[in-house]
C-alpha cells in the first residue's frame, strides 16, 4: 500500500502524544502493515524532510515528483484548501481512496 499524506500540521504529525495512541495521521500510517512507500507533502520544506528522514518515507513538494500508484491519500491542510487539493488529487494522481479531513470547504457552496 503507497500512502500520501499532504499537510505535516497539527493533525498531520504534531498530536501525537504518545507512541500507544495515534492522534496524528502520521502516527495511525506507521501503524498500518503491509505499506509499501510513505510520501508526505508539505510547504514546509525542513518539517517534510525530517519526517521523511525520521519514518524513512519520500517527501514531495508536487504531485509530479510522486512515481508509484497512490492507495491512499490523505488531505490534512487548512479547511480553505480541502476542495482545492482534493480536486488536484482527483486529476493528477488519482489515488484508490482519499481520506478528506472535514469540512470538505470553507462554505456550503463550496462544498
Request: proline residues 4%; positive net charge; glycine residues 6%.
Amino acid at each position: 500500500m503507497n500512502i500520501l499524506l499532504i499537510g505535516l500540521g497539527k493533525i498531520g504529525v504534531e498530536y501525537d502524544y504518545n507512541q500507544e495512541t495515534s492522534y496524528s495521521h502520521r502516527n495511525s500510517i506507521l501503524k498500518i502493515p503491509g505499506k509499501n512507500k510513505i510520501y508526505y507533502m508539505d510547504f514546509d520544506n525542513v518539517k517534510g524532510s525530517f519526517y521523511a528522514k525520521l519514518d524513512n518515507a519520500i517527501f514531495v513538494n508536487s504531485f509530479s515528483e510522486i512515481v508509484h500508484q497512490i492507495d491512499l491519500a490523505i488531505i490534512s491542510v487548512p479547511t480553505n484548501k480541502h476542495l482545492e487539493i482534493f480536486k488536484l488529487l482527483v486529476n493528477k494522481i488519482k489515488p484508490k481512496k482519499i481520506l478528506l479531513e472535514k469540512p470538505a470547504g470553507s462554505s456550503s457552496n463550496e462544498c
